[in-house]
């Protein structure tokens, strides 16, 4: 086992001289993660002794210049595997750390990891994020196994996340990717995935890093185009999912304009794909299913409703420029009732909503940022509506209203075909 | 007193109808040429409103504000109703220069070659407004909607603020393009511009520096969450 720090002359063949007949490649994006990678580097190394013993397995960490000492962490982060009663491997393990180039982001760091997987053909791979707190061993097993013994080509998470952890997935990415491709990934930007070689080369071959992809428009990207170019698919259930806030500093707006931005701009390249899928379909999923207690996570429900209250107000002129008037009557009543208890956005005005978003963008009405960057307050009173109905309810009950919320996406596809083919 | 009537009279009668004789060839082709232009003008004006129609620019014109200022200064026409009849009006100002100059008077000459020489100036200074105009809206726009998501109260005049100013900026290099009161625009504008920017340090200094501490303590300080009670983790 042997750190490596190369020189930042981009990933070439010197950096993975002596490394062949690699068969797992587990990448770990990260930047300013010294608190949290020294735990992911040995849970990593932990499930690839338990689960792989025999394999010959790399560690990339792609690091984006992090200055809290990640990446010495990840050097000298070791396993005392007699304390967790595992023989040491017979297969090679190396790990590598590596600046990546290009657009400061995740979307980045993966592109080094996917060059890195093409020069030593790897036969699958896995990506985890630096910030996890709940990684266990397990997880390399069940992002990398479905790939290298049951064929699949891309394994995506499944986690027991807080009701209120991942409102972007939650109330957008996963009903909207649903409702298109038809297939049912629960977490289609949950940030750790298992992939074989194959796809990690047919990643590189498209020209998609100067976009939102080389940020963090890269979960829904890489989910998005393993299911609309036929690559097999599957999700892995890995239990909690804790983590830090994948960036404290991060505009949400920004981040929103980012995911959302991907998805629409994956609806333009896919167009002639999701025109033609009707209704959706589980995928395959492995793993032993259970719950979890979970964190709370405190919601400032006030501040949200203020923000939709403001956007709405400020932006109600702009808003005219793509909304129909029925949405927009609605959402200047919504934001006009002084009673907070009444306060709610039903799922087809929000459908509605996201529908004529996705049109504006492609008629190319205004300015794309401005559009995107324009759901951030209506976003949020929809967050803050999903919080008031769902204040008192479980998790299992959560999900089911997530269905509910799905099913109205689906069913109103026929209404956004019309209109993009119109528009087309 | 025949001679005196022939002189003071028939003579100069005489040499005005003569005057006239030598003039009205080049006043009836200035005359025609002027009838065509006002045909083809309105031919290209039919054109111009047919592929704006065409292209949709109308809704173009809408979204982009253009419509609703327009009705703002009581402009009762649609932009492309308006832009046709602007090319109506510059095919007819076209001819009737072309009808002047047939006629070949010496003073109309040198007012015509003055006034094509400046013609580029009129150009250029329409352009400016032109893309100050499109410029202020769209930072205008995008300073609103960063500042609502900021959750900033004062987004909407903060908005109108830097739309203001971009056209500002642009009707004084319109003018100064001109040539119309070039040093006072320029002065006026620096004042204006300078008393803005004083007026703005000193609301900031005097009113906001208890905001401007708890900023740069929530920027600089190292602190948990940002947001009183927010724990939301959006992806």
Known sequence: MSGKTPDAAGIGRAKTAGLKNVDILVGIPSFNNARTIGHVVRAVEAGLTKYFPGRRAVLVNSDGGSSDGTTDVVRDASLDLDSILLDHRKGGFRKLVIPYHGIPGKGSAFRTVFEIARELEVKACAVVD?????????????????????????????????????????????????????????????????????LASFYLGKDVWASDVARFGIDIWMTTTAVANGFKICQAFLGAKIHDAKDPAADLSAMLHQVVGSVFDLMEDYADIWRTVRDSEPVATFGFVYSVGLEPIPV???????????????????????????????????????DRGAFSYPDAAWVRTIIHFVLACHRKLVSREHILKSLTPLYLGKVASFVIETWESTAEE??????DLCRSFENEKDYLIERWNGSA | MKAFIDKILIQPLREVFQKLSAFAPSLLTGIVVLAAGVVLAWLVKLLVVRIIRILKLDAAFARSGVTEALQKMAVKD???????????????????????SVMRMPVI???????????????????????????????????????????????????????????????????????????????????????????????????????????????????????????????
């Open chain 1, 130 to 198: 630096a910030d996890l707190r709940s990684i266990t061993p397990e997880w390399v097993e069940l992002l990398i196994k479905p790939v290298l013994e049951e064929g699949y080509d891309y394994v995506a998470p499944y986690y027991m996340r807080h009701k209120y952890d991942g409102t972007i997935t939650n109330t957008i990415v996963y009903p909207l990717t649903r409702a298109l491709y038809g297939k049912r990934i629960r977490q289609p930007i949950g940030g750790d995935f298992g992939f074989s070689g194959e």
């Open chain 1, 300 to 338: 400032n429900l006030e501040k949200m409703i203020e923000k939709f209250q403001m956007g709405v107000r400020e932006l109600a002129p702009f808003y005219r420029s793509f909304l129909p008037d029925d949405i927009l009557a609605f959402l200047n009543d919504l934001a006009a009732r002084p």
């Open chain 1, 398 to 403: 959560v999900e089911r209203r997530l269905e």
């Open chain 2, 78 to 100: 649609t932009p492309a109703k308006l832009v046709g009849r602007m090319f109506y009006w510059l095919v007819v100002f076209i001819f009737f220069i072309l009808a002047l």
């Open chain 2, 109 to 235: 000459d040198e007012l015509l070659e003055k006034f094509l020489l400046y013609l580029p100036n009129i150009f250029v200074a329409l352009v400016v407004l032109a893309i100050g105009w499109f410029l202020g809206n769209f930072l205008g726009r995008a300073a609103l909607i960063a500042s609502v998501n900021a959750g900033m109260k004062a987004a909407g005049p903060l908005s109108k603020g830097i739309k203001g100013a971009v056209l500002l900026f642009a009707f004084v290099m319109a003018f100064e393009q001109l040539g119309i009161g070039r040093s006072t625009v320029i002065a006026a504008f620096a004042i204006v511009f300078g008393g803005a920017v004083l007026a703005l340090a000193l609301a900031f200094g005097l009113g906001g520096k208890d905001l401007a501490r708890s900023f740069l303590e929530k920027r600089f300080k190292k602190s948990g969450e940002s947001d009183r009670g927010d724990g939301l983790k959006h992806l």
